[in-house]
């Protein structure tokens, strides 16, 4: 069926916990993406991949890390989650950036 | 910095009527592709049409168009006979011009439809 999945589905968590959160794919596209969804501010990019160990940072990526050591699997890691990380988070693979993306269905992630 | 606008917060349109999104946005190159996205209640992002900038006709996927001004840096999505499944909300965007397929969203514009 959906060739993204991202896990878990909703998550509650504390403050100053470390929070990872999982985007599988099974499409075998070379890019994946993380964003964060919040009320009027759209979707933010926070990290994307290009490849397997190859990431780079978007334009919110403070207190976030990611790792790619598979071409199925992205990771999005918060340290320590802060109550402002609280949102919904997308993953999304593209095999080139010219016919849109796939999203996975999102993490809601509440801090508190 | 590069932008996608979306001015209109809320919408409203009543069934069967049609109703336009609008969208703006930035950019200094000349060769790009657009998007709109929905994202109904179940919070599921899809697609919902695609128009590449150097073709002059204005993409269309059944009861969806785009009225797609280059050099205005327009790109309208117009909603014909709308249904209240199309209630939801919608977002432009475009990839960056650094060439690494980072999309750009909007802010997004919630769409209700009246019955």
Redesign the interface.
């Given at each position: 069926d959906a060739g993204i999945t991202q896990s878990p589905r909703h998550k509650v968590t504390e403050t100053g916990t470390p929070v990872t959160l999982r985007c599988h794919q099974t499409e075998n596209h070379r890019?994946m993406?993380w964003?964060r969804q919040d009320p009027?501010?759209?979707?933010?990019?926070i990290h994307?991949s290009?490849g397997v160990k190859d990431t780079?940072k978007?334009e919110v990526s403070d207190g976030y890390s990611v790792s790619r050591s598979k071409t199925e699997d992205f990771l999005l890691t918060l340290e320590s989650a802060t109550s402002s990380q609280t949102s919904?988070y997308?993953c999304?693979i593209?095999e080139?950036?010219?016919?849109?993306?796939?999203?996975g269905?999102?993490t809601r992630l509440t801090v508190v | 910095a590069q932008t996608v606008t979306q001015s209109q917060p809320e919408m409203s349109v009543q069934e069967a009527e049609t109703v336009t999104l609008s969208c703006t946005y930035d950019t200094s190159e000349s060769d790009y592709y657009l998007f709109w996205y929905k994202q109904p209640p179940s919070r599921q992002m899809i697609l919902v049409i695609r128009q590449e900038a150097y073709k002059q006709q204005n993409a269309t996927e059944n009861r969806f168009s785009v009225n797609f001004q280059k050099a205005a840096k327009s790109f309208s999505l117009k909603i014909s006979d709308s249904q209240l499944g199309d209630a939801a909300m919608y977002f432009c965007a475009r990839p960056s011009t650094a060439g690494t397929y980072k999309y750009i969203f909007g802010t997004g514009t919630r769409l209700k439809v009246l019955a």
């Open positions: 890019y993406y964003y009027g501010h759209g979707l933010r990019l994307y290009y780079d978007g919904v997308f999304a593209s080139s950036g010219n016919y849109g993306y796939t999203f269905s999102g | -």
